[in-house]
């Protein structure tokens, strides 16, 4: 009988100190957490910039990708700022954001550029993500799409052509389209810079390109990269 009592007693010590135990483990965790976020995060700490204030007639011309607002996330340091109302200024290549605590104030924020890595934004119908290159020998400075890569990587930059249109200054949408192989970088203007890149199968490279039937420059990024992985397969 005490045999017994005396099992029972180690079992149930056990199964207690195992409940303590997890206890522990369980508050130490929701500690470190709670002093991450108290820390070491704040959801407004993306907000590292200048007021952005509208310098052209949006019911005329808008040199805003999409011409609107999209959805989007910011990528700093390993942190996700999610849910943002973002806008990019091709013209001036700057990240907009409207804070949401700042919407009834109608106020947009210019990112400073430091302080993004990346970000993602979606519109109705299409979807970005851009990489930020800050300090590069290879490319000029700025936010890039990178839609494609393989032996070689595809950066799209997206820019505006500025030109007077019945007096009114008119920001046309504009791409430039770079190639990157190792240390080289191509700008691929029209269909013989990107001949010259695979200049060893030039004839099967262009029969691809005619297979679209539209103009070189009039290309999306889609079809782009299919041709890229077409010359790259050869």
Known sequence: MLKNIFFWFIITSSISLQSQ???VIINQTDSIRNFYYSESYNPDDYLNGKEYKAYYNPTTTSPLLEKTLG??????KGVAYNKLTIAYDRNLDELIVMPGKYVSDNVYVK?????VDSFYV???KSQYLFIN???DTVLPKGFYEIPYKGRHELHVKYTTSNLYHDGILTYYPKIERYLIEEENCFLIKKKKDLLNVFSEN???VRK???SYHTPFKNLT???FTQILKFAESL
């Not at 959805?71 to 700093?76: A, R």
């Not at 990112?111 to 302080?115: D, G, L, R």
């Open 71 to 76: 959805e989007g996330t910011i990528f700093n």
């Open 221 to 223: 990024n889609f079809q």
């Open 111 to 115: 990112i400073n550029k430091s302080e």
């Open 208 to 210: 691809k390109t005619r």
């Open 122 to 124: 979606n519109f109705e």
């Open 133 to 135: 290159r800050k300090s």
């Open 21 to 23: 135990n997890k206890r």
């Open 202 to 204: 030039k004839k099967e």
